[in-house]
């Protein structure tokens, strides 16, 4: 059962000559979800899943979840592997609260997911793998699919998948594990099958996917048909279901991971500051990719470098910065509490640097393939001294593209470093992304001041308060900078009583000035009412839907997104003065709650998740309507 | 052509400040004269240092200078030199900055053979902490910290470096600046990481405890100054070293009726790892110190290796167009309806 039908059924042509299902049923959206063991390939099904939705021009955001194990022992729950795709012909902002239709590979993949399965959803299971040490593992007692508990609640077809797929590679010389590793492409296909896709571009994809072992990819293109086949030709499935496109503004479209988009906006914001940019990093879950991807694109201005941990990363990056290039580092909360003494340095010596912190669960190295947001704190706080910086948020992964740009922006303007904060869930969903032109995007060219007349080396912009970005190899401007407190002009080391507490105020004013360049915020709604929610980064979908959602049920409800998180819109202020509440929703234990309680004196509720998943809109709308 | 510099062309304004009778003010004055000698330019030099006493070296020189934080030297003046690598780089650095906080940033930094001068300032000692033992002070080192005697074991810069893979390893006394302006110079030639340990005098924390080395008394017998190509000789060339059957070092009398010179072991810089090693064991009083540039040999700088990868793929694929990539992958086109076009 979809979640709800907005066209009719209407029987299948008689005549053809292979049999169609008896029904054809147009729905508004859907939400699918591939679950299986983390060697079953459910990330790769679901991303080409995500294709053909895109394809088929429907509105689209995925919800990747995976283990942190790398292939933890197999069977296992611990080793579950998820993948929730949400496709619409409507406008959606979110993955979607619960899967309508549940793929699970094997009986670990079932037991993990059945509970989070709407009443009357569709369950399709590989039968093939429940075997009794399949079902040990996954600690059923015994086999749900002789209940009937399971049958009354749900649509339940079980399919014996591994059976199928063997069958249809009989004739390859593929090895027993590898046609078991075929299996995703039943799934996909039978998926495939069952909303109407086209299965040319499928095909073509799986054989770009596997063009270096085209013998695989000629049997997962064999596996593909033959579930695409068996929900054309089994009757076991009654119909199948059409999302119409959703409405798009005309443009070029591609589907975009908050990784990649970071990514991208880091080469896009070296090109608009015309400066080369040097990223510096250490593996971390879930910042790693934005790294694999830049290491790509040493011909677009970036160099890269692996660092031998998180703190040589952020060191060569402020080493960059002080040599005239952006110095660009990213990591996850446990990297970015050891880059804090570096990043310090980077704001005592007032050279760029954009630090992309991609947050994860945490204390410690808590939950690093979880999403959550509580390193807000960290960012603020986590340095010794009175040490400001600007900080913002990403709230959808195409949005991290921008933030990038900004927080390069921002970092070369006011010479500061700057925390781009994004998280687990921003980082691996993805959403189609219109593309911009790179001439619609604004330049910011820097300059490295090369003429000493009148110039001092902690001299400041009156407007900006920056100090001049003075490059290395520039002759007659030779001077020495460091951690020590500076003088206020000269930036000798300087111990001066009064010296220091002009220079941390003006440090906090500069800081605070970032502010002057801040538009509107991003408000849906009135600008009063009775209720107004706020958040920031990653939470935006479910926030912005729960709004919609709400003010749909006649309510006055209104949503504004905080990207700027440091400093905060001095406009937030006023805006919630005109709410009978506010309640700042977030993955954490409150902590933009606490920030804007101490910079508005604002009485703010809280709503707070520690899940390590993102927020349904279910959960945002039962919170909000009790405030009502 | 512009007028040769001096030393005092290096001296910076500030007023140097450390303590009288510090092995520092020797060092600094060695470098500022070899940066004369050699040809350096102001503005296209740069000293970055950590913390330590060692560390406020940068503020005395007048070139760029950057006094950064505990132990990371080596991996900013990684980034600066990918940044630009046409900039001739110093890392000043101390035996608790580079050895302890700093090792693993020293370690990487002389594996890749990142084009850095690197200036160890060996007292084993942490001076600006006022005395606690440091990760090469002797064992049994009573201080602060271990007012009953250190008891763990000291690392050797020199084996330290070695094992890093290091390319350039040279040792030199503070004091001794006839010695230590050609190394300093044969460094900054070096393509490449260069280390110098430094023996450096602490007068207020750990004053004497290189007597063994340093003092003139002794020195003869206790200095091994090293040439390449040369036979391993001292005490005016009347002792020198030769290898035993088992591998190890032994002091032998040259001379007629002695040993013969033919003998000793030939000192390479570009000798095997197992004659470098041999070299960086040898210590004072049971052997003499081996003293100047212990290991030289040629490799490529990862500064060079990795810019030159980028000027590569430059080359291969030509410039990107950002455009083209942002367009890059799966991409479809909406039409005017609002409907993706087929």
């Known amino acids: 059962m979809e979640s709800s039908t907005t066209g009719t059924s209407t029987k299948g042509g008689s005549g053809s000559p292979i049999p169609t299902p008896p029904g054809h049923q147009e729905v508004e959206e859907v939400v699918v979800r591939f679950a299986g063991d983390s060697g079953d390939g459910m990330q790769l099904t679901g991303t080409e899943f995500t294709k053909a939705a895109a394809l088929a021009g429907n509105d689209i955001s995925t919800f990747p979840d995976f283990p942190a194990e790398i292939r933890a022992p197999a069977g296992s729950i611990a080793g579950v592997s998820g993948f929730q795709l949400h496709f619409s012909s409507t406008d959606i902002h979110t993955p979607g609260d619960a899967p309508n239709v549940l793929v699970a590979m094997n009986p670990a993949a079932l037991k993990a997911n059945i509970d989070d399965l709407v009443v009357g959803g569709t369950c399709i299971i590989n039968t093939g793998t429940f075997t009794k040490p399949n079902l040990a593992k996954a600690g059923y007692e015994s086999n749900p699919l002789e209940e009937e508990a399971l049958q009354k609640k749900y649509e339940v077809h079980p399919i014996d998948i591994n059976k199928m797929v063997n069958a249809a590679l009989e004739e390859t010389e593929l090895t027993s594990k590898e046609k078991g590793r075929c299996k995703n492409f039943f799934a996909l296909g039978l998926m495939c099958w069952r909303y109407e896709r086209d299965v040319e571009p499928q095909l073509a994809n799986i054989r770009a996917k596997f063009k270096k072992k085209p013998h695989l990819g000629e049997a997962n293109v064999l596996a593909f048909k033959a579930g695409f086949n068996y929900g054309l030709t089994a009757e076991v499935f009654q119909t199948t279901y059409e999302v119409k496109p959703a409405a798009f503004e005309p443009g070029l479209y591609r589907n975009i991971t908050g990784n990649e988009a970071i990514a991208l906006g880091i080469v896009a914001a070296g090109q608009l500051a015309d400066c080369p940019v040097l990223f510096s990093g250490y593996p971390i879950t879930p910042a790693s990719t934005i790294f694999h991807y830049l290491s790509n694109y040493k011909n677009y201005g970036v160099t890269t470098f692996q660092a031998e941990d998180e703190i040589a990363g952020a060191g060569a990056a402020i080493g960059a910065s002080y040599g005239g290039a952006i110095g660009v580092t990213a990591s996850s909360g446990p990297g970015i509490a050891l880059k804090g003494e570096a990043i310090g340095l980077a704001a005592m010596i007032e050279v760029p640097l954009v630090v992309l912190s991609i947050q994860r669960g945490g204390p410690s190295t808590g939950l690093p393939t979880k999403t959550e947001q509580s390193d807000l704190y960290q960012s603020l706080y986590g340095r010794n001294g009175e040490c400001p910086i600007p900080i913002i948020a990403a709230k959808t992964p195409a949005d991290a593209f921008y933030c990038a740009i900004e927080a390069t922006r921002i970092a070369t303007k006011y010479m500061t470093p700057v925390i781009l904060l994004s998280d687990g869930y921003i980082a691996n969903g993805a959403e189609p992304w219109k593309l911009p032109q790179v001439e619609d995007l604004t330049p910011f060219p820097v300059t490295h001041l090369k003429d000493a007349n009148g110039w001092m080396p902690y001299k400041r912009d009156e407007e900006t308060l920056a100090r001049a970005w003075v490059a290395p190899g520039t002759k007659g401007m030779e001077h020495r900078v460091g951690g020590l407190e500076k003088d206020f002009l000269t930036g000798n080391v300087s111990y001066d009583a009064d010296n220091h507490q002009k220079m941390c105020q003006v440090r906090e004013d500069k800081v605070r000035g970032v502010a002057n360049d801040y538009g509107d915020m991003d408000i849906e709604g009135e600008e009063s009412g009775d209720v107004l929610i706020v958040g920031w980064g990653g939470t935006h979908g479910a926030l912005r839907q729960a709004a919609g959602v709400l003010r749909g049920q006649g309510k006055n409800i209104s949503h504004v997104q905080i990207r700027h998180v440091w400093p905060l819109n001095p406009k937030l202020g006023e805006l919630m003065k005109n709410f009978k509440k506010v309640i700042v929703c977030e993955l954490n234990m409150g902590q933009l709650r606490t920030i804007i309680r101490s910079e508005f004196l604002v009485d703010v509720e809280g709503y707070n998740k520690m899940q390590g998943k993102p927020f349904t809109v279910a959960e945002i709308c039962n919170a909000v309507s009790e405030l009502v | ?342």
């Open chain 2, 1 to 342: 052509m512009t007028e040769k510099l001096k030393r005092k062309d290096f001296v910076s304004d500030q007023e140097v400040r450390w303590c009288p009778g510090c092995g520092d003010y020797a060092i600094l004055a060695a470098v500022q004269k070899c940066l004369a000698d050699t040809g350096s330019k102001p503005e296209n030099t740069v000293f970055v240092s950590g913390i330590g006493c060692s560390s406020r070296f940068p503020y005395y020189v007048k070139t760029y200078g950057f006094h950064s934080i505990h132990g990371r030297a080596p991996s900013i003046a990684t980034g600066l030199k990918l940044t630009n690598p046409d900039l001739e780089v110093w890392v000043i650095t101390g035996d608790g900055d580079a050895l302890s906080i700093g090792g693993n940033h020293l370690l990487h930094a002389l594996r890749r053979n990142v084009n850095l001068n690197i200036i160890l300032f060996n007292n084993k000692i942490y001076g600006l902490t006022k005395g606690q033992y440091s990760p090469t002070s002797n064992e049994g080192t009573k201080s602060p910290t271990t007012p009953f005697g250190s008891v763990d074991y000291p690392i050797n810069p020199v084996s330290f470096a070695l094992g890093s893979g290091a390319t350039f390893v040279a040792r030199a006394i503070d004091v001794d600046a006839k010695s230590l302006g050609p190394i300093l110079a044969a460094a900054k030639a070096h393509k490449g990481a260069s280390l110098i340990e430094v023996v450096q005098n602490c007068p207020i924390f750990n004053d004497n405890v290189w007597d063994a080395v340093t003092n003139r008394k002794t020195a003869t017998t206790n200095q091994l100054r090293l040439e390449d190509g040369k036979p391993l000789l001292f005490d005016n060339g009347n002792k020198g070293i030769r290898l035993t059957d088992d591998l190890t070092p032994e002091i032998v009398e040259v001379g007629e009726g002695k040993v013969a010179e033919s003998e000793l072991i030939v000192h390479k810089e570009n000798g095997s790892a197992a004659y470098h090693a041999l070299l960086a064991s040898m210590a004072a009083p049971e052997f003499p110190q081996p003293l100047g540039v212990i290991k030289q040999v040629e490799r490529p700088s990862y500064d060079e290796l990795a810019l030159a990868q980028v000027d590569q793929v430059l080359k291969e694929r030509g410039k990107g167009d950002l455009n083209a990539l942002l367009n890059s992958g799966m991409t479809w086109t909406v039409g005017p309806d609002g409907r993706p076009e087929q």
